[in-house]
């Protein structure tokens, strides 16, 4: 029922044309009824009636009218049919077409907490396949499960008007298909669960191996990734053949019982012709009838298998779809409006995963217009740091501000807004080059484009590629040098004139030249910024305002270049290595 | 190289032609024998559904009196009889086809991965990940049917309007040909919704391919988006692609559903006609075979509507199946040569001969490099970003072909030798330092897959990563995933690192291995990979100087060549692009 229900909730503004297709649909099935009469008239009255010969030669007339009617009739049964089905299917894309947009929505809104737990293989499932099964549900599963019961009803009720004895011998059947459909259901479900887990793992695997095809390659383990995708292939092939087999198990009894309509019909059908009950006319009225019957019950089979398809899927899409992220804006979050003047505080910050704790009682104070430089060893939390200011990760205590406000009382979009973000796993769109800078921008002119990649010195190679900023990079900048990724994701910080800009190690894999003139393009930026940067080399560090030392995550060392240099720690451990 | 984005249909290189359909007969084929049984079955079970109308019909003539009850109880008998056998006949033949049409699918999947893992880097650079996913997953699925029950009831529906038409021929031919004339119009309106059509559902699976590409890309790139706040520039987006998937679907479906009502129609015309022919112009022909005629025209028409179904069915499919095989008939560019010889055990000699290379036609990235390197010797290549430092690593591992010249290792031109037998002997650590979805454990032993987990702990000891593995709460068995589990950036790279030592390779290639370590840690890891290197060669690209020092020689690569070769205080002493380089680096 919930099920229903939540299908029901996201056919607004189609539901006055689902309705009506459903209205149609017993118009059809009536017409489908009705439709044998006009052509037995014509046999009577042309063919067989004993006056067919008188009514020929009178009606030559009556018969063109007939006939006509007989095509009119069909061509009219057609046009409600098409337009029926045509409604259906509108329903039904416009139903996916609404929940796809709030499973992008939710996909967009997840926090990270969320794709540590869900690959990407299984949210395109949920995309891809799941919901597929519940378009089909709304084109099919109703619809026919509407056009059973009509025709089921409405021959039973004809049936009771003629004989309510015969008609009860006919219904006899009905309660044991319920039974051993109820039985089938409970049977079948669990196996299209385990399908559709199946299919994830497979979506799972051979995404893995496109991502990762450079790995395959780099150590020639096409042999071990062929075997590995295989059993996911053969997993997937067993699943759906158990779940076809299952339904294949319960298909003779419920065809058998189905199809021995007839059979009653014929025995006591004679028997009560015999007894004198009922006219052979009447016996030959339900004879003509059995189908209208056995037909939907042999179709219960096919619904409840596809149904129970459809739940297996629905509740996955289900769970996405009102999957909360843990990070969202508070109802109440305050109104920054405007550019924001770029002050970030840590107060006593603690963070962790899980039981893991990775940074505790962080403290410190960015003012506009600084820069600050983090250096740490692997591992000592300078990216979860960083991650705390976007939101991208919430503090388990203590607090961080950005113009004096707890981030978690700010309204994201005025939040992120004011930071740009150079994250170290650089991530591109396939887009062109200049989608790929404006990506958080995208109103930016071409000139500006191409001023923040100057600042990023990235125009140089731009400009030699083959169209130049209209150049499509690959998917997560595939075909790039690492430098050269890190350089356009540069460039993209830089084109949303953030009031903090955050840089985590933006500059690892770019040589040294163009590492100083990016350092110097960012000392003259054409706007206010607090920077916040991570960073390994010292040249980078060194003319930072405030230079932080991490050092499993709590701060070690904090001060200037200079104040470091004299304090013997870690910095000047690197400084010397890097003299 | 032409790349594709997530908007952009994939225009269809080959006109869809009845190899095609050959072709996807080619996997029935291996079925063939089941496939003839099912057939052989079915044609049974329509046999014995031919029995009840006639045992039906014995019961109504003679039995429906008193007397004739016992009669009428046997003959409810043997028509329940009937059922039975015709059901269990029609379930065999349904788990044998659900049978086979799994296993169809299953090839083609199989054949499709096994041709994915032979295609080049190109290939994956050139579109959208999330297109070839759902060319693999999604649109393998949606060919079975057709290839199993398909194929089944096209035949035994043709052989039924056979017999049909023969018979009706046999009745009253005139009327038979009344029947027939409905045949060209049925084909004209056929073929011209079939071209539509076609056309339509081929516009389908783009736009479906578009819109799960931008799908794929955004789940991949939610963080950014996120910092970025471009979720509603990206839901209009996705709306956008969503929408014009809707209207491509809408359409085709249009052209879809009018198959059915075209034949609907067609057929109530030649049965208006039969009876039209038969009473006013055919004075002759008795009122019954009339009646018979205008019957049979009934079930003539019957299979045509089933086949036209079939049809519907079929264009749909081959709008993806035409995708999947135009990706199984994507050349491999790089392959072994036919007779290729396994690689020798490597010792270490590496030779350029006179290299040109260019990614794109007519921009070449290197022209005319040589260079001969000793076994055993490591060398730094240094040099501005885009330079082609990477494009040279990646020729030794012959990731893609030469423009000319000649690429040797030891004495083996690498072109002539399988690219298995190469590559497993070379350790090759890339930039993109992709974490599988498994255990830390599964990931180091990518690179030898018979390691033993000491041996695996020993790598991690090296690189200086064992003793954050050991404090993890799972250890060396905690679950981590390219995105997920809580690694930071370096610590994924120490892995990557640690996964090729642990490969023990004979040629090592460090490409930006340590860019996220930081200094110290790096510093730490010399040790380790100044012991991983003896006895190696080596080519390591890196920025940093400490890293770049320790080397046998450097080369400094710019303009499409190496313009410095030398040790460190050779190059130094030279005072030229290697010197400007290193001074800039100094504090």
């Given at each position: 029922?919930?099920?229903l229900?939540?299908?029901?909730k ?109 690959r990407t ?68 479900g ?236 650089v ?22 484009v ?41 460039a ?14 933006t ?16 000392s ?6 607090t ?41 000047r ?7 | ?24 007969l ?15 079955i ?20 003679n ?29 065999t ?33 050139s ?46 031919w ?95 015309s ?12 055919m ?132 072109s ?8 497993s ?90 860019s ?46 190496i ?13 030229g ?11």
């Amino acid at each position: 029922m919930f099920l229903l229900r939540w299908l029901w909730k996201n056919m607004k503004g189609d539901r006055l044309i689902y309705c009506t297709a459903l209205c149609m649909t017993v118009v059809c099935q009536a017409m489908h009824l009705i439709a044998p009469n006009i052509t037995r008239q014509i046999i009577d009255t042309f063919l067989v009636g004993e006056e067919a010969a008188e009514n020929l030669r009178n009606g030559t007339d009556k018969l063109l009218l007939m006939l006509a009617a007989m095509i009119g009739f069909t061509l009219l049964r057609c046009v409600v049919q098409y337009s029926s089905n045509m409604c259906y299917e509108r329903t039904s894309q416009g139903l996916i077409y609404r929940v796809r947009k709030v499973l992008f929505d939710n996909i967009e809104k997840q926090d990270a907490g969320f794709y540590d737990t869900h690959r990407t293989g299984d949210v395109m499932t949920v995309v891809t396949g799941d919901l597929e099964m519940v378009r089909h549900s709304i084109a099919w599963i109703i619809k026919t499960t509407l056009e059973c019961v009509v025709l089921y009803t409405a021959t039973m009720v004809f049936f009771f008007t003629i004989d309510w004895l015969m008609a009860l011998c006919m219904m006899a059947l009905t309660p044991f298909i319920l039974l051993i459909t109820k039985g089938f259901r409970r049977a079948v479900g669990p196996f299209y669960v385990d399908l559709r887990e199946k299919l994830s793992a497979m979506n799972t695997a051979a995404e893995e191996n496109i991502s990762g095809n450079r790995v395959v390659k780099a150590f020639a383990r096409e042999d071990f990734e062929i075997e590995k995708f295989d059993k996911c292939n053969k997993a997937y092939n067993e699943a759906n053949k158990k779940a076809a087999f299952t339904w294949l198990k319960y298909f003779p009894a419920l065809e058998i019982t189905a199809q021995s309509l007839s059979v009653v019909c014929v025995l006591f059908g004679g028997i009560f012709v015999a007894w004198g009950r009922m006219t052979f006319g009447e016996y030959a009225t339900f004879a003509g009838l059995v189908w209208t019957l056995s037909n939907p019950m042999r179709t219960l089979g096919n619904i409840v298998n596809d149904y129970q398809r459809f739940t297996a899927s629905a509740h996955k899409i289900i769970e996405l779809y009102y999957g909360r992220p843990f990070i969202v804006e508070r109802e109440d979050a305050v109104d920054v409006p405007g550019r924001l003047k770029g002050k970030v505080e840590f107060r006593d910050v603690s963070f962790g995963y899980g039981n893991t704790e990775i940074l505790h009682d962080i403290s410190f104070t960015a003012e506009p217009g600084e820069t600050i430089a983090i250096m740490g060893a692997t591992g000592s939390g300078k990216t979860s740091l960083i991650n705390l200011i976007p939101r991208i990760y919430d503090v388990t205590a203590g607090q961080v501000l950005v113009d004096g406000h707890d981030v978690r009382k700010m309204k994201l979009k005025q939040l992120r807004g004011g930071i740009g973000i150079a994250t170290q796993d650089v991530l591109l769109y396939s887009d062109t080059i200049e989608g790929n800078i404006s990506f958080g921008n995208i109103d930016l002119p071409e000139d500006e484009v191409i001023k923040y990649a100057k600042a990023a010195d990235a125009h140089g190679f731009i400009e030699k590629t083959s169209d130049g900023y209209d150049t499509i990079i690959g998917e997560r900048g595939v075909g790039l040098s690492g430098g050269q990724k890190q350089r356009i994701s540069l460039a993209r910080a830089l084109a949303v004139k953030p009031s903090v800009l955050i840089l985590d190690d933006t500059t690892s894999a770019v040589d040294l030249e163009t590492e100083r003139n990016i350092r110097e393009a960012l000392s003259n930026l054409d706007f206010p910024c607090t920077k916040i940067m991570i960073a390994q080399r010292i040249t980078t560090a060194r003319s930072a305002d405030r230079i932080i030392v991490l050092k499993d995550g709590t701060i070690a060392e904090m001060g200037t270049h200079e104040e470091l240099i004299r304090q013997n720690g870690y910095y000047r451990e690197v400084y010397e290595l890097q003299k | 190289m032409a790349r594709n984005k997530f908007d952009i249909d994939e225009t269809l290189e080959t006109p869809f032609d009845i190899k095609h359909l050959k072709r996807a007969l080619t996997y029935a084929g291996r079925y063939k024998k089941r496939i003839f049984l099912s057939l052989f079955i079915s044609v049974i079970a329509s046999v014995t559904g031919l029995l009840s109308p006639l045992i039906v019909q014995y019961a109504v003539d003679n039995c429906f009196s008193s007397e004739g009850i016992p009669m009428l109880t046997l003959c409810a008998a043997g028509l329940l009889a009937c059922i039975v056998v015709s059901v269990f006949l029609s379930q065999t033949r349904s788990k044998m086809m659900t049978r086979v049409g799994q296993d169809i699918i299953y090839d083609i999947r199989k054949d499709l991965f096994r041709h994915m893992q032979e295609l080049p880097f190109e290939y994956y650079d050139s579109r959208p990940h999330g297109k070839i996913l759902v060319r693999v997953i999604n649109y393998v699925n949606s060919v079975s049917d057709i290839m199993t029950n398909g194929i089944i009831n096209f035949v035994l529906e043709t052989v039924n309007i056979l017999f049909i038409t023969i018979f009706m021929m046999f009745v009253c031919w005139q009327l038979a040909l009344t029947v027939l004339c409905g045949l060209p119009i049925y084909g004209a309106i056929i073929m011209f919704i079939k071209n539509r059509q076609r056309k339509a559902w081929q516009k389908v699976s783009n736009k479906s391919s578009n819109l799960n590409a931008y799908l794929h890309e955004s789940i991949v790139g939610v963080q950014i988006s996120q910092v970025f706040t471009r979720e509603e520039v990206n839901a209009e987006i996705n709306d956008k692609l969503a929408k014009s998937y809707r209207s491509a679907w809408m359409k085709a479906v249009g052209y879809s559903n009018l198959v059915w009502p075209a034949t609907d129609v067609v057929s109530i015309s030649t049965r208006a006609a039969i009876y039209l022919i038969g009473l006013l112009f055919m004075p002759g022909v008795s009122l019954g075979t009339i009646l018979a005629m205008g019957d049979y025209s009934g079930r003539f028409w019957q299979p045509l509507m089933q086949l036209s179904n079939l049809m519907n069915t079929f264009i749909n499919a081959v709008a993806y199946l035409e995708r999947i095989f135009e990706m199984l008939d994507e050349p491999a560019s790089i392959k072994d040569k036919p007779g290729a010889k396994e690689m020798p055990e490597i010792k270490g000699d590496v030779h350029f001969r006179d290299v040109t290379f260019a990614y794109e036609n007519g921009v070449n990235v290197l022209e005319h490099l040589s260079f001969d390197v000793k076994a055993g010797q490591s060398i730094a290549l240094v040099g501005p970003t885009g330079a082609g430092k990477t494009t040279i690593v990646n020729l030794i591992s012959r990731f893609y072909d030469l423009n000319g010249g000649k690429v040797l290792i030891d004495d083996s031109d690498i072109s002539e030798v399988t690219l298995h037998s190469l590559r497993s002997q070379m350790g090759i650590m890339l930039q993109d330092s992709f974490i599988f979805s498994g255990t830390i454990m599964d990931n180091l032993k990518y690179g030898r897959l018979d390691a033993t987990d000491e041996e695996a702990r020993a790598a991690c000891r090296i690189v200086g990563i064992d003793d954050y593995i050991t404090t993890l709460k799972d250890g060396y068995r905690t679950k981590v995933s390219e995105r997920g589990g809580g690694l930071s950036q370096g610590q994924k790279q120490l892995i990557a690192l640690a996964r090729t030592i642990l490969s023990d390779p004979k040629i090592l290639v460090l490409d930006e291995a340590t860019s996220s370590i930081d200094a110290k840690t790096e510093r730490y890891l010399q040790n380790g990979i100044d012991h991983l290197l003896k006895g190696r060669t080596s080519f390591i690209i890196a920025h940093r100087l400490s890293t770049i020092r320790s080397c046998d020689r450097i080369m400094y690569v710019s303009d499409k060549g190496i313009t410095e070769s030398g040790t460190h205080d050779e190059l130094i002493a030279k005072r030229g692009d290697y010197y400007k380089l290193y001074t800039a680096q100094a504090v």
